[in-house]
Structures are given as structure tokens and as C-alpha cells.
């Protein structure tokens, strides 16, 4: 008989506390412990299985554990990170404000500032991240200011501080450290440094096996290094097991780059419904990659710009006004995709995509020496941007 892989053993933990909970943890009288771990273990595992119609259905078992219990600060939280998480970006402040011992402590400052992050208040961001590290120097907090440096630019800050966040572990957080490993390997990946990035990854299936995460980052990996019968393989086990529409969207792109065309088109015509069907439950989740999708897959560029319009609705950062701006180019509005690139320029976010976009817009819009200069920038960060990648 195979052993368990860890994520299998993980997952089976999960789904027996819930089978154990299910029948009475909300039936009253109830138990504020049972109540808060049954709805906890129901979140955790949508996150687990990759589920985002599972993830997105909690949100009323949360609130119906909150008319259940008397202290339910702990689920006010929850609903603050889901909200986080499904980019209800004006859902989260007051599901934290709902007891003020979460605005005040380090778990809801954190939060808060991730939503400066997101919302373009990139200042107002570090100096939260610098400030919740000061009270609480834990794996997670330091995380959120490595990834603040990552995508402004600073990789050595990145680096080094996901590292302090490994050494913050215990032996039992091995998923915790395997998701940093996956960190730290984005970010080599993201300056080309292939051999660096498949030393993170090996660890990061080392730690915690059989993860379908740490196997989609290895596919992408395996699509950049040109190895695409086995980034192929991969990837079919990984949308078998995580049927996740961006991942099914990034097999699609692979299968396109390898020519073959027709299996690329029913990946991403399933990519497709998954979008549209999280759309059509009320979700905002995947506006962003819709935008993607229209932009770079069916380059219908007046298409991408109504669902970029919709996601800098939402959160207005470097990233949504990149991809508002190439959405713009897509569609040949080029006064204002200038406009929207500097805007995202001037925000101080440096990566080897951003600055190749930069470029094609620039030189579209008839400033070829400043789209010189990016497209430079854009190959001094990675030699190898043009790889196969994945939208994230």
C-alpha cells in the first residue's frame, strides 16, 4: 500500500474534523470552540483543495456561526481574510471593525496593511508591514514585507526576508515552509535564475509531499526551461487533481506554444466557464483574469478593457493599472495606455513583465527610446521574460 503524502494525510485531518463537527457543532446549545473549529476547518479545506466555489459558499456558514456564538471575534476575522481573499477589498475594514480587538491587534494591522498594498497606498504599506513585525516578528508577517519587496523590486530584501521567515518555524509548520520555498522560487523564476527556482521547488516537495500547488509551480518551471512534454504531464495531473480555471487557462497557453492547438482550445474554453461561472455567483475574484485572458489568449482588447475597468474598481495598484493599460494597447487606445503604464511605473514596482509591457506600449504610442530603454530594463532583470509563464 502507497503512503499517505503529507497534503493527503493533511486534507483526510481536515475532512474527518468536519464529518465530526457537521451534525451539531451549529445546532444549539452550541460551543464556541466546536463552532469555531468546524467553520475554520471548513475553510481551510476550500484553501486546501484550490475550491473557489467552495470558498466563496463560507461565507454564510461564518456569518451563521457569528448569530451563534457570543465572542465571535475570531470569525469576524475569518470573513475579514475572506473577503482579503476574494477581493471584496470594502468588505474587510468592517468585518474588523466589528471588535476592536482586531483593529488593535497584530493579526488585523497586518491585514490592514495588505489592504493599503492592494488598494496603491504603497508607503502606508511597508511602514504597516515594519510596524506589525516590531510587535510580532512571526513567519507570516515577515512573508507580506519579502513579498512588498519582491514586486518592488528589492530582491535581496525579498530574499533574506523570507529566509528569517523560514528560521521563525517550528518542525511542525512544514507546509508553512514549503509555501515560502514556492516564494522564494517565484522570485528566482522572475529573474530567470532556473536552477535556483527547481532548488526551492525540490524543497518545497520535500517538506510537505504531494502538494498540487508545489506541482503547478514545477510545471510552469518546466514550461520556461522549454521542456514542455514534461511540463504538459504535469500539468495534466495537476488540473486532474486542482481542476482550478487559471491553471486550466495556463495548460491551454502551454498546449498553444506547443502547437497543439486543438486540445490548447478545450482547456481554455474550460478556463473559460470557470471564469465566467465564478462571475455569474456574484464573485470578483477572477476579473483579473479575465482581463488576462481577453488581452493575451482571444486578444479582444475592447473586451479586456471592460473587465479591467471593472477591477481597478475594486483595488487601484501598479498591477491593475498595468493591465488596464495593456488592455488599452490591445485595443488601440494608446493615449490612454500610456497614461495608465506611467501610472503603474511611478508606483516604483519593478519586474521583468511589467517593463516589457512597458516597452510595446511606449513604442506603440511613438516614444521608441523610452520603449528601448524598458525593453533593456526588462532583459537586465531576466534574459529568459520571454519564456512560457503563468499569470498570477
Known sequence: MTAKTDYQAEL?????????????????????????????????????????????????????????????????FLKANLAFKLHR???????????????????????????????????????????????????????RL?????????????????????????????????????????????????DETAAHYQRAERAYTGHWLTAEHRAELLGAQGRYDEAAALYQDVVERAPKPEIQQAFGELLTVMGRHEQAEDWLAKAFAGYIEGRRHGGVHYYHHLVDFYSDVRKDGATAVDWARRDIALRDNFSTQAALAWALYRNGQLGEALN????????????????????????AAGRPADGERYAQLAAEINPRHRSFHVHR
Open 340 to 363: 495608465r503604464m506611467n501610472q503603474a511605473l511611478s508606483s516604483g514596482a519593478k519586474g521583468a513583465h511589467l517593463f516589457s509591457q512597458a516597452a510595446a506600449v511606449f513604442r
Open 89 to 143: 477589498l470594502s468588505d474587510v475594514r468592517p468585518n474588523l471593525a466589528a471588535d476592536k480587538a482586531l483593529l488593535a491587534g497584530t493579526q488585523g494591522q497586518a491585514l490592514l496593511a495588505d489592504l493599503d498594498f492592494q488598494e496603491g497606498r504603497y508607503a502606508q504599506a511597508k511602514k504597516g508591514y515594519q510596524d506589525v513585525i516590531a510587535r510580532d516578528r512571526t513567519w507570516d508577517n515577515l512573508a
Open 12 to 76: 483526510e485531518r481536515i475532512e474527518n474534523d468536519i464529518a465530526e463537527l457537521k451534525d451539531h457543532a451549529l445546532v444549539p446549545p452550541t460551543d464556541t470552540e466546536k463552532v469555531t473549529k468546524y467553520v475554520h476547518s471548513v475553510y481551510q479545506h476550500a484553501v486546501h483543495t484550490g475550491n473557489l466555489v467552495e470558498l466563496e459558499a463560507i461565507e454564510a456558514l461564518i456569518d451563521e456561526g457569528i448569530r451563534q456564538i457570543r465572542f465571535p471575534g475570531d470569525l469576524y
Open 146 to 194: 519579502a513579498h512588498f519587496e519582491f514586486k518592488m523590486g528589492d530582491t535581496a530584501a525579498a530574499d533574506q526576508l523570507f529566509e528569517e521567515a523560514e528560521d521563525e518555524l517550528t518542525a511542525k509548520e512544514m507546509r508553512s515552509y514549503a509555501w515560502l520555498e514556492l516564494q522564494r522560487g517565484l522570485l528566482d523564476l522572475a529573474h530567470g535564475r532556473h
